[in-house]
Every structure is written in C-alpha cells, then in structure tokens.
C-alpha cells in the first residue's frame, strides 16, 4: 500500500492543485484494466475449455469493472479547461493512446492493429506483450469455436481467419447468429452469451463516449497531449465495433 500510495508524483513546478487528480485518474484507470485483462483471458480460456457457464460469469464482472471505469470520467470531468491549462504542458507528450494494457484489452476483443507494436519500441516486455496477443484468437474468436463444437454451421473462413487481423464482419456467420436467436430455447447458453457479448460492447461504446465527451470538456478540439487529433480522433474510434454480427442480426431478425 505504501509502494501504491508513492506512485503520484506531480510534475508541475509549482505543483498544480488539480494535477493529483489527473494522475489518480489515470493510475486507477490502469489498474481496472489489469483487472479486465485478466478476467477477459480468464473467460476466452474457459470458453476453449467448453466451460460457458463460468465464462459468462466472467462477463458478468467485466460490465461491473467497465460501469466503474465510465463512472471515473464525471469526476475528471470537474476538471475545467482553465485549471487543466496551468499544468498541461508540464505533462511532455503521454497519451492514454501509449497504455499497453489498452491495447491488449482491445486485442483481446478483436480490434488488432499491427502498426500499434511500433508505438512501444521503448518498452520490449510490453511490445512483446502484445505481440504475443496479436497472434492470439480473440475472446470471440473462442465463442465462435464452441459455437462450431455444438454443431452449429459455424463457416470455415471464420474458424480459419487470420487471428492477428482485426475482426470484420462475415456475412456468412449471419444466419447461425439469427438461428441461436430465432431459437432461445434450443440455445439458451448462447443466446445469453451473445446477449453478454452486446452488453460489453455497448459499455466499452459508453465509455469511449464518456471519454470523448470529457475531453471535449476539458481541451475542445485541440490536439491530444500524445500528438492524436484529441476529441475527432476519440469520434471516429466510436464507430469502431468487436462483435459485428451480433448487431447485424437484429436488422435480420422479423425482416
């Protein structure tokens, strides 16, 4: 607790009021990523175990920790523009865009981005870190492996993909999604697990809002601290998506 306790050390000179905050926000951020690290690789390897039912209870921490972390953000929020002014330059150039456990977090979901390895050339055991996770099936990649091994028409393309790309969407995949929805029934383990999978995607879609809307707040549109395009380029990654037949079947549903 003591090593824990020393870990916020404000840069600015003199020492701004509200830079503590900053770090806290941060550091604790950090360490709810660590836990969804772990409980993500925890439910994709019971998944390949065939053990679903302890995998959704996995899940069902995951939606806790996210509901945690978007709640953060109103506190960071009373952080005005005029008070974040006073000590922002003395932040050098860190990004929330430089967070390893992140990217390892959204590798685990299915958004892989090779180009990111590079951002870590400094830092071997994290770039070695996700290398590693890159070419690792996503926890999706490993429902979509049990939905096969219950013998639903899971296509080969999708149970052969390239698990180091990011996960687009297959068409293909579509009506085995519509059929364990048009059934509940007959599939309820996978009906509640696709239902689970939504409920993480939509927090994680909460919580990229919460941040964009935060830094909107606080900055505008200038430049992010790391050097990215700040609140636009926060906007354009709301349109990214982990699980995208999942919401492709419910235009197909009742058509």
Known sequence: LDRLLSAQNPVSDPVHHDELLFIIQHQTTELWLKLMRHELASARELLAADDLRTALKRLARIKHIQEVMTQQWSVLATLTPSEYAQFRGALGNSSGFQSAQYRVVEF?????????????????????????????????????????RRGLPVPATVLERDVSEPYRLHEELVPVIRDIYADPQAHWDLYEACEEFVDVEDNFQVWRFRHMRTVMRTIGFKTGTGGSSGASFLQRALGLTFFPELYRVRTELGS
């Open 108 to 148: 685990l979901l299915g958004n892989k981005n090779r180009q990111m390895l590079s951002v870590f050339d400094a830092e071997p055991a994290a770039q070695a870190e996700l290398a590693a996770e890159l070419e690792t099936p996503t926890l999706y990649d490993e429902f979509l492996r049990l939905v096969a």
